[in-house]
C-alpha cells in the first residue's frame, strides 16, 4: 500500500499548481462542507459537478438535511463553536431553503451568517 503524498493525484496536483496536499487532510469543518455541499447542489441552487445539471432533488436534498440534523444531534456539545455555528447556520438555511423548494418558492444559497429555517422532515 502505497503512503500518503504517492498516489497519482498528488502528481495532478502539483502539475495544476496546488501548493496543498491532495486529497486534503482530513478536518471536521472540511467533512461538513462536503455534505453541506452536496446538500445545496441537490437543492437545485449550484450545480451538479458531473453533469453541470441544477435541478431540486428532493429525495437527495431531504436526505443530505437529514444526515446534517442526525450529525447536529450526536455531536451536541462536543463541536467547537466555529464547527457547530457552521452546521448549525448551514441547516437552518438549508431546511428553510427545501421548504421553499417543495413550495416553488425557489429559496436561494445563504449569504454569510445564514438564517433561521424550519425541518426538511
Known amino acids: 500500500m502505497s503512503g500518503a503524498g504517492d498516489g497519482p493525484e498528488d502528481a495532478a496536483g502539483a502539475e495544476h499548481g496546488r501548493e496543498r496536499p491532495y486529497p486534503p487532510p482530513a478536518d471536521f469543518a472540511l467533512f461538513l462542507g462536503s455534505l ?3 446538500a445545496w447542489i441537490s437543492l437545485g ?7 453541470g445539471e441544477q435541478r ?3 429525495a437527495w436534498a431531504r436526505y443530505y ?7 447536529e ?23 428553510l431553503t427545501f421548504v421553499e423548494e417543495q413550495r416553488g ?17
Not at 441552487?45 to 453533469?51: I, L, N, S, Y
Not at 438535511?65 to 450529525?71: A, C, S, V
Not at 444531534?73 to 431546511?95: A, H, K, P, V, W
Open 36 to 38: 453541506i455541499g452536496n
Open 45 to 51: 441552487k449550484f450545480a451538479h459537478p458531473e453533469t
Open 56 to 58: 431540486f432533488d428532493e
Open 65 to 71: 438535511i437529514d444526515l446534517l440534523g442526525l450529525l
Open 73 to 95: 444531534e450526536r455531536t451536541e456539545g462536543n463541536l467547537e463553536d466555529q464547527e457547530r455555528r457552521m452546521l448549525e447556520t448551514n441547516l437552518s438555511s438549508l431546511r
Open 105 to 121: 418558492a425557489g429559496g436561494s444559497p445563504p449569504a454569510e451568517g445564514g438564517e433561521a429555517g424550519q425541518q426538511a422532515t
